[in-house]
C-alpha cells in the first residue's frame, strides 16, 4: 500500500490492518525450532548472519555483538541464537544505509531479550533512525507519516537463521548448570580417556 502525505482515511488503517492480517501479521511470530541451549564457532555465525569473519571479530572487539556463549583465549568463542539474530540484523540495517552508531542503538535496545519478545518485533527505519514496532497499529501509525519506510520483521529473520543453522553442527553452552552424569557406555569412556589423555 502507498502512503502519501495529507489527511488519511481512516478507512486506509482498517484495510491495512486487514491486509496484514491476510499476509501474516509482522509482530506476532512465535520461534522454538532450534535449542537455545547451544552456541555456534565464529564461521557458522558469519554464514548465517552473511557477515565476513572480519566483520565479526570487529564487532566482537568493539562491543557490537559479542559472543554470550563462551568466551575466552584458550576456547573458540561460541554466539548463540539471539547473538547471530543480532549480527544478522545489524547486517541488515548496514545494507540499507543506517549509520553504526544508530545500529548500535538498536542492537543495545534489543539484546538480552528472550527469544519469543525478539519474534514479535518488527523494526521500521526512514533511513535515519530506527524505530521498534510490535503490533501492527505501530507500524500503521509510522506509516502514516508520509515518509518512505522499510520494515524488518524480526520473525522473518529469526526464520532464516533457522534454516541456515539446522543443519551446522552447534555444541553444546558450558555456562549452564552441570546436568546429572548420564551412565557411560565402555565405548564412551575410552573415547573420553583419549580426549582428556
Known amino acids: 500500500m502507498a502512503v502519501a502525505g495529507g489527511e ?102 534489543l539484546r538480552g531479550r528472550p527469544a519469543p519478545d525478539l519474534a514479535r518485533i518488527t523494526l521500521m527505519s526512514d533511513g535515519v533512525s530506527v524505530y521498534e514496532c510490535t503490533s501492527p497499529d505501530e507500524v500503521v501509525d509510522l506509516m502514516q507519516r508520509g515518509q518512505g519506510m522499510f520494515g524488518l520483521a524480526l520473525a522473518n529473520v529469526w526464520h532464516e537463521l533457522e534454516e541456515a543453522l539446522g543443519v551446522v553442527p552447534a555444541e553444546e553452552r558450558t555456562d549452564l548448570p552441570a546436568a546429572a552424569p548420564q551412565p557411560m557406555d565402555e565405548l564412551a569412556r575410552r573415547r573420553r580417556e583419549r580426549r582428556t589423555g
Not at 488503517?13 to 486487514?18: D, E, V
Not at 557477515?51 to 554466539?79: C, F, K
Not at 540484523?89 to 548500535?104: E, W, Y
Open 8 to 109: 488519511r482515511d481512516p478507512h486506509d488503517r482498517r484495510f491495512a490492518l486487514r491486509l496484514a492480517g491476510q499476509q501474516g501479521l509482522l509482530c506476532e511470530e512465535d520461534v522454538v525450532a532450534l535449542p537455545m541451549d547451544v552456541g555456534y564457532r565464529g564461521p557458522a555465525a558469519c554464514t548465517a548472519a552473511g557477515i565476513s569473519y572480519r566483520q565479526l571479530d570487529y564487532w566482537a572487539r568493539t562491543g557490537l555483538v559479542e559472543p554470550s556463549v563462551r568466551t575466552g583465549a584458550h576456547n573458540a568463542p561460541l554466539y548463540s541464537l539471539p547473538d547471530i539474530l543480532l549480527l544478522k540484523v545489524a547486517k541488515r540495517l548496514l545494507d540499507t544505509g543506517i549509520s553504526l552508531q544508530q545500529i548500535r542503538t538498536a542492537v543495545d535496545h
